[in-house]
């Protein structure tokens, strides 16, 4: 969502940008960084889960690509939500199939963003799931 001012809504949460994508984690990186957020990457499940592990207390909120080589979305979803329950996700899939979301969909802590998405989708997608109480 634009604000009056023409400035993209961002803020000052810390997320966590995990896809095996080097595109998506550059320009994911680079434009959630412009609104005003700190970002940490990781280029597989294996390597956000160490990450978050590490930096739990810092991270707000965590992209996940679904669809992923090794350990893949939904086993990093239940290994994050081991540690912590209440963690804020929005999961991102270009695949039509979200039953590899199973229970999680109906959980309010993990949105759902379909690929491709604009900017501004994923944006209002962020302030709501980091407002959600």
């Given at each position: 969502?634009?604000?009056k001012n023409g400035m993209l809504r961002g803020g000052k949460e810390t997320i966590l940008l995990v896809d095996d994508e080097d595109l998506i984690r550059q320009l994911g990186e680079e434009l959630?960084?412009?609104?005003?957020y700190t970002v940490l990457t990781a280029a597989n499940a294996?390597?956000?889960?160490?990450?978050?592990?590490?930096?739990?207390?810092?991270v707000d909120l965590i992209i996940l690509d679904m669809i992923m080589p090794g350990m893949g979305g939904k086993r990093f979803l239940?290994?994050?939500?081991?540690?912590?329950?209440k963690v804020k996700v929005i999961v991102s899939s270009?695949?039509?199939?979200?039953d590899l979301l199973g229970k999680f969909v109906e959980s309010r802590w993990v949105t759902s963003i379909k690929k491709p998405y604009r900017?501004?989708?994923?944006?209002?997608?962020i302030r709501e799931t980091l407002d959600k109480a």
């Open positions: 969502m634009v604000e959630l960084s412009k609104a005003g294996e390597m956000g889960l160490e990450l978050y592990c590490r930096k739990r207390d810092q239940e290994e994050v939500r081991h540690v912590n329950p270009g695949h039509s199939n979200y900017i501004h989708e994923m944006l209002d997608a």
